[in-house]
Structure formats: C-alpha cells, structure tokens
T-cell receptor, first 111, second 115 residues
C-alpha cells in the first residue's frame, strides 16, 4: 500500500511559472521528505521537513507540512526546463525507520 | 567514488526461475531498502534492513527474499512465486537513524523483465 497520495498526477507549466504539488499520508510520521526522479533513474533527495516543523525553504523549493491534516506541499518557484521530472513525497515512521513513498507527480516544464 | 551500485542494469527472467538483483554500497550506511516501481507509478517497499543479519518485510514482500550478511550488501531474490515480476527495482541506503541522517541515497536501478 502507498503511504502517500500525491496530486496532481501530472502537471505541465511554462518556464518561469511556479509549480505546486501536494502529498497526503495516512499514519503518524517522524519526518517527511521530497525526492526527484528523472526518467529511468534513481531518486535524488531534495528536502526534509520534521514533524514539528511547519515550513522549510531550500533555494527555489518551499515545503509545508500540516500534521493535523496529514498533508504536505512542495512549491518550486521560477521553474526551469531542467526541473522536468517526477517528484515523490516519502514518509519516515516507526522505530524501524520504514520509508514509504507516495504515488508521485510528473512535472513537465515547457521552455 | 562513494555510492550505491546496482547490477545488472537489465535482467530477464524465464518462467519458474529465481533471479537475484545485486545492491552494494560503500557509504558505510547501516540501513538498506528495496523498492519496486511499476511504469508511471510510485515506489512500493519490498524489504528493508537496519543492521546486519536483520531485515523487515515491507508492503509487498510476497514472492521476494533478501539477506543481509554484510553491511555493504543487500541482495534481493525474485522467486518464482512472484507472478508479476516485471518492474524497475531500486535499492537505497541510509546512515544510522539519528537526526541529520534521514535521507536515502539511491542506486540507478535494475529493470527486470519476464521472457
């Protein structure tokens, strides 16, 4: 089963626009992370937000977390063609540090 | 050059055959994970291991087996009991579970197909 569900499933925007993707999860978490995957490749870590944090920034990335709604959002500002990829949220939970991923958002940035 | 190496990049399985996917890391990480990714889908957790000689089932462990005899190695066997094995398999590792070490590092994946 997927811990996280993301929406939209696909997003197409023009270069320079902002891209927002959302993640909802089911159980209590230690932290939530966002990853990026280029087609046919492994995932690369982007940013982590802890369960006691509400917002975090890293360069053009902004992540929010609402534990009461069990949801998170990733905002990419001033998008570039090179941002074209799939984006996944991942939740870390439990003493055994189980890491489960959402269904992903496929982002296309049109030059 | 530190990282995670998955091999082979492409693998073909015949009906009724067991196949083993290799995952090796030289990052001295404690934890290792195996995920399955179907086309256009998210990652589903198969097995994970926090320390040598210990591992836990993930969400879709049926038809798979693993071992963790060495810290740097976490091979995944896809058995004949797995009726739909065609997928992209990703291995990942993480350092000790302390604050600051939570992010996963991924290999480049193995594409498994059934002949």
């Amino acid at each position: 089963s997927q811990q996280g569900e993301e929406d939209p499933q696909a997003l197409s925007i023009q270069e320079g626009e902002n891209a927002t993707m959302n993640c909802s999860y089911k159980t209590s978490i230690n932290n939530l992370q966002w990853y990026r995957q280029n087609s046919g490749r492994g995932l690369v870590h982007l940013i982590l937000i802890r369960s006691n944090e509400r917002e975090k920034h890293s360069g053009r990335l902004r992540v929010t977390l609402d534990t009461s709604k069990k949801s998170s959002s990733l905002l990419i500002t001033a998008s570039r063609a090179a941002d074209t990829a799939s984006y996944f949220c991942a939740t870390v939970s439990g003493g055994y540090q189980k890491v489960t991923f959402g269904t992903g958002t496929k982002l296309q940035v049109i030059p | 050059d530190g990282g995670i190496t998955q091999s082979p990049k492409y693998l073909f399985r015949k009906e009724g055959q067991n196949v083993t996917l290799s995952c090796e890391q030289n990052l001295n990480h404690d934890a290792m994970y195996w995920y399955r990714q179907d086309p256009g889908q998210g990652l589903r957790l198969i097995y994970y291991s926090q320390i040598v000689n210990d591992f836990q089932k993930g969400d879709i462990a049926e038809g798979y087996s693993v071992s963790r005899e060495k810290k740097e190695s976490f091979p995944l066997t896809v058995t004949s009991a797995q009726k739909n094995p065609t997928a992209f398999y990703l291995c990942a590792s993480r350092d000790r579970p302390v604050v600051g070490n939570e992010k996963l590092f991924f290999g480049s994946g193995t594409q498994l197909s059934v002949l």
